[in-house]
């Protein structure tokens, strides 16, 4: 009887609680905080708006790459919020934030206004990225020559 007890307790918290590791990742809760405080979102769903703790996605700490997404909800209307980010650093980033309103294939892009209100740019998808203007690295040289041996492969 008290596995039986054990076990319905766990199901319980599983269900009441939001058991969703996603739903405290920092990608959600930024891109959570951003949504409930945009200017462009509430006049789109109402104020105020509500995101759901429910996040799908997948978030890999190894390769440093997230795709998340949970509804928002507000009192004219209701979306999806899709975040994705990467991970340079130990830290998380936003590289999209967008609202894709229900009923409609009208997409919100939110990144601008992240980066605005946090002060930082996304992280750099591209594994090389390009010098800034400020950069003090030499010009790659502009005449290199590669001889190769004549004939093909394996000849």
């Known amino acids: 009887m008290a596995v039986v007890l054990r076990l319905l307790g766990c199901l319980v918290m599983l269900v009441c609680g939001g058991c969703n590791r996603l739903a405290r990742h920092p990608l959600a809760m930024e891109a959570a905080e951003e949504v409930r ?3 462009r979102v509430a006049e789109v769903l109402g104020t105020p708006v509500e ?6 996605g997948t978030a890999n700490e190894t390769d440093g790459i997230a ?13 999806v919020v899709v975040v994705e ?4 650093r130990h830290e998380w980033g936003v590289t999209r934030l967008e609202l894709r309103p ?6 919100l892009s939110l990144t601008a206004a992240l980066e605005a209100r946090a ?13 800034s203007a400020g950069s003090t690295a030499p010009p790659p040289p502009g005449d290199i020559e590669i001889a190769l041996p004549p004939g093909g492969p394996g000849q």
């Open 37 to 39: 405080s945009n200017a």
């Open 51 to 56: 995101c759901s703790p429910s996040v799908r």
């Open 67 to 79: 795709s998340l997404q949970f509804e928002a909800r507000g009192p004219k209307s209701s979306g």
């Open 85 to 88: 980010g990467k991970k340079t």
């Open 102 to 107: 229900a009923g409609t294939a009208d997409r």
């Open 119 to 131: 002060g930082v740019a996304p992280p750099e998808i591209a594994p090389a990225a390009a010098p």
